[in-house]
């Protein structure tokens, strides 16, 4: 993607067009020319920056005269839910998780207990852990201090 300034405006361009008028008249392929041809009327790479999306998101588009292309400012995302709401919807996200994760093994604890069998300690040791596992990610997600950093929290401790 290229852009030039146009009376004051970024403009982008998907592409460089075939005809442009600059300050010289192309009638065809002007998107054929040089680099050098496209810069001196102004059309520069357009460079989208790498950011965190779970935080940030791109603003305007603004000139970097420093390396002569279009950049993407990135700005803090300014989310609507409060600190409480978002550790409250990660949390039953989490929640959600680590359930359908036991609901597996559900249908044995359910067999064993109507047969009257005792249940394998492997199945037993593994919902064990997935329950403290979510605890461990529930005690994670509730210490932090920002909005931020909850958007920015993963669930990492799933199995």
């Known amino acids: 993607m290229k852009a030039r300034i146009e009376s004051g405006s970024i403009v982008k361009y998907k592409k460089i067009p075939s005809e442009f008028k600059g300050t010289k008249h192309y009638i065809g392929g002007f998107h054929n020319a040089s680099i050098e041809e496209h810069e001196a009327e102004g059309f520069y790479d357009v460079v989208t920056p790498s950011y965190n999306q779970n935080t940030k998101e791109l603003g305007d588009l603004e000139w970097d005269s420093d390396n002569s292309v279009f950049t993407y400012i990135v700005k803090d995302i300014e989310f609507s839910q409060s600190l409480a709401e978002m550790k409250a919807q990660k949390i039953e996200n989490l929640k959600y998780i680590y359930g359908a994760e036991l609901a597996k093994t559900d249908w044995i604890i359910i067999r064993d ?22 605890t461990t990610e529930e005690n994670s997600i509730n210490s932090k201090t920002t909005k931020a950093q909850v958007a920015d929290y993963s669930i990492t401790n799933f199995r």
């Open 113 to 134: 207990q109507e047969l009257g069998n005792t249940t394998d300690s492997e199945v037993l040791t593994a919902r064990a852990t997935l329950r403290a596992n979510c």
